[in-house]
């Protein structure tokens, strides 16, 4: 077993903390990360506090992981030790079903293992980023490109990938009107795709203070979602609005914003059902749909895509140590727009 050190929650009520703990040994198509540096998603706080589901603890949190290779099993074929490599939400899934076959292990139908707060193949416990090494299967770790800044490619693989992927699903681009409801990791993510894509873009916040840094990801209008003037005046506006608010709220006034036909895409995941009128639907022919994260062959695209167009994460760089600060700022909306952990602070 391979000695691993990183930040845990024992239960749901105690603070993350410094836990020591082992990963398996390198198999013949695994590699070993020394992972440098990991996003902070608001998923790891509502899976650290029990808001969706029971977890699994002690539990690491942390799925945005970037780091170099330091070992390669005797079979790996995509890598070689010192090369930059990324780990997202998925370590494995089932490989059989039919979602695995095309590439969307996210929709796994029987057995997707999720970085952290999940169990492996083996039965064990998988534990995250917010640890100084992984281990992992090389068909689930990606590859990073040498040009882009490292701390600012780790949100990619979650913040990135799930903007990235419904945006590429519904083939939003030019013509099309995308509204991006909240302005956080996913949100500014989704900013920065929906323009590359050539969509007109409106920022959908709750914060008045954002306004002028939405513009400079290259939002072209931006709304106080909180003003409903501002509101009213949007009415059937949207081809797309693409949700990723974290917190319980309201479907009504932002479905009224669609124009007729016009889809709210769900990527938040807050803890409540949403409550949705069918008339709110029906009056326009309006639809609401989710989606999950992204499968591994898309994630590479999202990456390949990024270094080729220098679309990286805005991101703030903190000590591991201040991660309950960055969780408090993080659920006030205060955050440009992710943090990402310093793993040499561990
Ligand atoms: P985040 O950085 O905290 O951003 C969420 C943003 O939502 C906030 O910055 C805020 O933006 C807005 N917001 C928060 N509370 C609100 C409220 N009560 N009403 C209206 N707006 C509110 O979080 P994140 O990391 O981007 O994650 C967002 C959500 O997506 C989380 O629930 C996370 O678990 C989920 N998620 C889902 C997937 C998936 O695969 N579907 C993947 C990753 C994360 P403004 O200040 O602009 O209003
Ligand atoms: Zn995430
Ligand atoms: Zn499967």
């Known amino acids: 077993?391979?000695?691993?050190?990183?930040?845990?929650?024992?239960?749901?009520?105690?603070?993350?903390?410094?836990?020591?703990?082992?990963?398996?040994?390198?198999?013949?198509?695994?590699?070993?990360?020394?992972?440098?540096?990991?996003?902070?998603?608001?998923?790891?706080?509502?899976?650290?506090?029990?808001?969706w589901f029971p977890g699994i603890f002690p539990m690491v949190p942390g799925h945005e992981i970037v780091g170099r290779i330091s070992k390669t099993g005797t079979a790996v074929k995509k890598f070689t030790a010192g090369n930059l490599a990324g780990v997202g939400c998925l370590v494995d899934s089932c490989r059989t079903c039919n979602n695995c076959k095309e590439g969307l292990e996210q929709y796994c139908l029987t057995h997707s293992v999720p970085t952290y707060n999940g169990k492996g193949k083996d039965g064990q416990p998988t534990y995250g980023g917010y640890s100084n090494n992984i281990v992992v299967h090389e068909d689930f770790v990606l590859h990073i490109s040498e040009k882009l800044s490292l701390p600012a490619v780790a949100p990619l693989l979650c913040a990135g990938i799930t903007t990235y992927s419904p945006l590429r699903y519904w083939k939003v681009g030019k013509g099309h009107k995308l509204a991006v409801l909240g302005l956080g990791g996913l949100g500014h993510m989704a900013v920065k795709f929906g323009v590359a894509f050539g969509a007109e873009v409106t920022v959908l916040s709750t914060?008045?203070?954002?306004?002028?840094?939405?513009?400079?990801?290259?939002?072209?209008?931006?709304?106080?979602?909180?003003?409903?003037?501002?509101?009213?005046?949007?009415?059937?506006?949207?081809?797309?609005?693409?949700?990723?608010?974290?917190?319980?709220?309201?479907?009504?006034?932002?479905?009224?914003?669609?124009?007729?036909?016009?889809?709210?895409?769900?990527?938040?995941?807050?803890?409540?059902?949403?409550?949705?009128?069918?008339?709110?639907?029906?009056?326009?022919?309006?639809?609401?749909?989710?989606?999950?994260?992204?499968?591994?062959?898309?994630?590479?695209?999202?990456?390949?895509?990024?270094?080729?167009?220098?679309?990286?994460?805005?991101?703030?760089?903190?000590?591991?140590?201040?991660?309950?600060?960055?969780?408090?700022?993080?659920?006030?909306?205060?955050v440009r727009y992710r943090f990402v952990i310093d793993m040499a602070t561990l």
């Not at 020591?20 to 020394?34: C, L």
């Not at 709210?264 to 059902?273: F, L, M, N, R, S």
Request: hydrophobic share 40%.
């Open 1 to 51: 077993m391979i000695p691993s050190k990183g930040y845990a929650a024992q239960t749901p009520e105690t603070n993350l903390a410094p836990w020591n703990f082992e990963r398996r040994d390198v198999g013949p198509q695994d590699v070993q990360i020394e992972i440098l540096y990991c996003g902070v998603c608001h998923s790891d706080l509502h899976q650290i506090k029990n808001d």
């Open 207 to 334: 914060s008045p203070s954002k306004e002028e840094a939405a513009k400079n990801l290259g939002a072209h209008n931006f709304v106080v979602t909180t003003d409903p003037a501002q509101l009213k005046a949007k009415r059937s506006s949207f081809d797309f609005i693409l949700d990723t608010v974290s917190a319980k709220h309201e479907m009504a006034p932002y479905l009224s914003l669609l124009k007729t036909n016009g889809i709210h895409i769900c990527v938040g995941a807050p803890p409540e059902p949403y409550q949705i009128s069918a008339f709110a639907l029906m009056m326009g022919r309006k639809s609401v749909a989710a989606s999950n994260i992204g499968g591994l062959p898309e994630t590479q695209e999202m990456l390949d895509f990024c270094a080729a167009n220098n679309i990286v994460s805005e991101i703030e760089i903190i000590n591991i140590k201040d991660i309950h600060t960055a969780y408090d700022r993080m659920v006030k909306g205060d």
